[in-house]
């Protein structure tokens, strides 16, 4: 059954709202890596395009993003986060710099406020970045993603895969999350990752691995 939004915290969104500050002052771990996405996700966007951005954090990426295309709406369901976010997105505005068809919400992937607005057919693209295996029915969300998209939009994810290690990773996530020190974490493998994306209806036209060794970056246009 696909999640929908409500006023109810989950064990997740109470986690990434305790996390929001401390992840906001956390540097980029490897910022070739993150550059490498953003390089490349920009490559795949047009200035016209509408963009929808989930799990969007504290904003830092759509920050840099959001300059090359008409409109950019940046979403995720932790509070805490786009507090921040907007905080951001405020200094950018006084120093003249803030993008001017960037908006930040609260939302997850199902709610009413990521729905495609006005005479929009659909968004030219749907971006989601170190986000799907943090979500408990991804295949529910790629579906959802699948019919946000215009006919031949694209789907530009980077997801951490952790099957191969699940061994080690599993069990300490699962003591981790019994403290309410983790969220939920799915684990994924390469090829279970790309085999999801193709099976809600996308045609995979670009991978990477930024960082290696688990970091997949995946383009999927909608087929």
Partial sequence: MATTWTDDLTPSQSFWDRAARKYAASPIKNQAAYEKTLARTTEH?????????????TGSTALLLAGNVASYLATDFSSGMIEIANEKLATEMADGAGPAGLRFAVADGFSDKVQPS????????????????LVENPEDLLERVRGLLKPGGLYISKTVCLKDKAWIFGPMIKIMQLFGKAPFVSMLSFQSLEDMISKAGFEIIETGTYPEPRSRFVVARKI
């Avoid at 929808?52 to 954090?57: F, Q, R, T, Y």
């Fill in 45 to 57: 966007l047009c200035p016209q395009d509408a963009v929808l951005e989930l799990g969007c954090g």
């Fill in 118 to 133: 006005g005479s929009m057919a659909g968004y030219d693209a749907v971006l989601a970045y170190n986000f799907l295996h």
